[in-house]
Structure formats: structure tokens, C-alpha cells
T-cell receptor
Framework: IAGITQAPTSQILAAGRRMTLRCTQD?????MYWYRQDLGLGLRLIHY???????GKGEVPDGYSVSRANTDDFPLTLASAVPSQTSVYFC?????????????FGPGTRLTVL | GQNIDQPTEMTATEGAIVQINCTYQ??????LFWYQQHAGEAPTFLSY??LDGLEEKGRFSSFLSRSKGYSYLLLKELQMKDSASYLC??????????WGAGTKLIIKP
């Protein structure tokens, strides 16, 4: 069982380009999340999905979009990347959203926007 | 606003005990999580407290005082592999996690 996988592991991107970060889980968890982690700051929630077909905005959603077509996949898209989006991006999942369930994290994607 | 405070960095000696403190201010409260994150890796779950008191899990224990908005993580018999960042996160009234910036723990032989 892989848990949560993310792709790519790392990416260098020119400003203005479109980029999709992939996230797949095989735990049949209902809820999925996207966070960014920057030095000196806590993890910040970008978008979340409590169940397939629904999504919601987190603390820092601007410049990002997500979709949740099925239970397993939760891609994050940067429509037009900017240097301030340079960060490490973590996808996470939990059995249920809006609950006290533990979140499990993928290995992360290190994104550099030049 | 919502805020989580924890020390930026701590240093301890192998075999010793260390306590990492966390204070939180959130709109509503549904529990407090501690995660461990080794450099370059994903956070992994350590503990969850929702009731006041101490919960022990092997070498790691976590304490919560809801009235004081305070938690700590206690690590005993420190090992070199415990060198990592420890993230405190509080679950607010909307069941969203509010994360601290993490405490980097350095273990010296």
C-alpha cells in the first residue's frame, strides 16, 4: 500500500507557466487537502475536499485551483505561476473531513518559480 | 486572529528529556495535534489530545490544558533519530488545522 503519492518530486518552473501538481491516495479516504510549507511559517491550507465532487478554499487559495473528480485523486493547478508560489507543497488525506481524524501526508513537491 | 506559538529551535543531549511547549489561540477548539517532520520529509502523526491531561505513548507524551491554551510534547530517552521538527497544530471550530511554524530539535551526542 503506497498511501499518498505526489508528483513531481521537484520542479523548476518559469513564471507565467501553468503547472499541475498531482496527488493520489489509495486509502479510500474521503477528505483530501493541499498545504504549502514555507520556511519560518506553519503549514498553510490552500484548498481542501471533504468528499469526491466537492472542494473548498483554505487560508491561501489565490492563484490555485483544485478538482476532485474521484476519491483517489486531488490535483492542484497553478494557472500562471509567480515567484511567491515557490514553496514545498504537501498533499494530505483523512478518513473524513470536518472531523478530528488524523491527516496523513504525501512526500511533498518542491516547486521553484523563477 | 488564530495563532500557534512554539519555540523555533531547541537543543538537547542524547539520553536526556526535552519538553517542547505550544500555546494556541483559536476560534473554537476541537483538539491539539503533534506531528514529527524530519528534514526533507512529510509530517507524520505523533499524538492527539482533546481532554486535559497527559497522554503517554512510549517515549513520547503529550499534555493539554484547555483552560490555559497550552500543550507540551515530552520526549524521553532522546535518541539521535529524534532530531527533527515538531509541529503543533490546533483544530478550530471549523475542524481546520491551524499549524505552528514548528520547533527544530537538535540532539547532540
Amino acid at each position: 500500500i503506497a498511501g499518498i503519492t505526489q508528483a513531481p518530486t521537484s520542479q523548476i518552473l518559469a513564471a507565467g507557466r501553468r503547472m499541475t501538481l498531482r496527488c493520489t491516495q489509495d486509502m479510500r479516504h474521503n477528505a483530501m487537502y493541499w498545504y504549502r510549507q514555507d520556511l519560518g511559517l506553519g503549514l498553510r491550507l490552500i484548498h481542501y475536499s471533504n468528499t469526491a465532487g466537492t472542494t473548498g478554499k483554505g487560508e491561501v487559495p489565490d492563484g490555485y485551483s483544485v478538482s476532485r473528480a474521484n476519491t483517489d485523486d486531488f490535483p492542484l493547478t497553478l494557472a500562471s505561476a509567480v515567484p511567491s508560489q515557490t514553496s514545498v507543497y504537501f498533499c494530505a488525506s483523512s478518513e473524513a473531513g470536518g472531523s478530528t481524524d488524523t491527516q496523513y501526508f504525501g512526500p511533498g513537491t518542491r516547486l521553484t518559480v523563477l | 486572529g488564530q495563532n500557534i506559538d512554539q519555540p523555533t529551535e531547541m537543543t538537547a543531549t542524547e539520553g536526556a528529556i526535552v519538553q517542547i511547549n505550544c500555546t494556541y489561540q483559536t476560534s473554537g477548539f476541537n483538539g491539539l495535534f503533534w506531528y514529527q517532520q524530519h528534514a526533507g520529509e512529510a509530517p507524520t502523526f505523533l499524538s492527539y489530545n482533546v481532554l486535559d491531561g497527559l497522554e503517554e505513548k512510549g517515549r513520547f507524551s503529550s499534555f493539554l490544558s484547555r483552560s490555559k491554551g497550552y500543550s507540551y510534547l515530552l520526549l524521553k530517552e532522546l535518541q539521535m533519530k529524534d532530531s527533527a521538527s515538531y509541529l503543533c497544530a490546533a483544530l478550530d471550530s471549523n475542524y481546520q488545522l491551524i499549524w505552528g511554524a514548528g520547533t527544530k530539535l537538535i540532539i547532540k551526542p
